[in-house]
């Protein structure tokens, strides 16, 4: 296993056939005010310019790097990128979202403030259209001891908002690949709520974006996916 570097982010982007939005999601991501990133595009088997949009950041800022790989779904591509992890901090982001400039900074300073039994670090978040237009916010309040609310459902809200210890992301096997459904991340972030407290960050940092065609918006199967 690669060595993990304390200061060091590794950031997650899976995508497929992501061309429509990965160009600005991948900006949000470069210009976080805390530089000390690894940046992971995995094309998850994309046929659109998924791949060269990639390429072309990865050609101006060497933190950037393209994975290509086989259609697997998002857990899948997430854990491809865990696996090459060097970040003792592992956050995602989904190739439609928005960060704010001061994300994982943010992250970093309150996961800082409460060393030693944090795993998962999240914030609010702004519901975003097609263009980026705020439809709604939401702000979650949960923090510390969260199993129990857990059981209640999935707090987070959305992937593209924790940041993670990768060494106890890893313990727990990243993403379950059997869950296709939308519910992959609950599943995960329950296993790390077992492992220890959650802290919050009271701010909107991220931009989820709603659409038709995503699968957030698919409620017959997230429901099968949540049962399961």
Same mark, same amino acid.
């Given at each position: 296993m690669v060595e993990l570097w304390p200061e060091r982010v590794t950031v997650a982007i899976?995508?497929?056939? &992501?061309?429509?939005?990965?160009?600005? =999601?991948?900006?949000?991501?470069?210009?976080?005010?805390?530089? @000390?990133? @690894? *940046?992971?595009?995995?094309?998850?088997?994309?046929?659109?310019? =998924?791949?060269?949009?990639?390429?072309?950041? &990865? &050609?101006?800022?060497?933190?950037? =790097?393209? *994975?290509k790989k086989a259609n697997g779904g998002v857990s899948a591509a997430r854990n491809e990128a865990l696996d090459r992890a060097t970040g003792a901090l592992f956050a995602t982001i989904d190739a439609d979202d928005l960060w704010h400039p001061d994300k994982i900074a943010y992250q970093m300073e309150s996961m800082r403030d409460r060393s030693g039994c944090v795993v998962l670090n999240y914030t609010w978040f702004a519901h975003i259209d097609v263009k980026g237009r705020i439809?709604?916010?939401?702000?979650? +309040?949960?923090?510390?001891?969260?199993?129990?609310?857990?059981?209640?459902? +999935?707090? *987070?809200?959305?992937?593209?908002?924790?940041?993670?210890? =990768?060494? *106890?992301?890893?313990?727990?096997?990243?993403?379950?690949?059997?869950?296709?459904?939308?519910? @992959?991340?609950?599943?995960?972030?329950?296993?790390?709520?077992?492992?220890?407290?959650?802290?919050?960050?009271?701010?909107?940092?991220?931009?989820?974006?709603?659409?038709?065609?995503n699968r957030s918006s698919k409620a017959q199967r997230m429901l099968a996916s949540y049962d399961q």
């Open positions: 899976p995508a497929y056939n &992501a061309a429509a939005t990965l160009d600005e =999601t991948l900006m949000s991501v470069r210009r976080q005010s805390y530089p @000390e990133l @690894e *940046i992971f595009v995995v094309d998850d088997g994309s046929t659109d310019g =998924t791949a060269v949009i990639a390429r072309r950041h &990865a &050609a101006v800022d060497a933190r950037v =790097t393209l *994975i439809l709604s916010t939401a702000e979650p +309040n949960e923090e510390g001891d969260v199993v129990s609310r857990m059981c209640r459902g +999935n707090l *987070i809200g959305n992937g593209s908002s924790p940041s993670m210890l =990768t060494r *106890i992301l890893r313990d727990v096997g990243g993403w379950d690949v059997s869950l296709r459904g939308g519910n @992959e991340d609950y599943k995960t972030f329950f296993s790390l709520a077992e492992r220890g407290n959650f802290s919050l960050v009271r701010l909107h940092m991220v931009g989820y974006r709603q659409t038709r065609d």
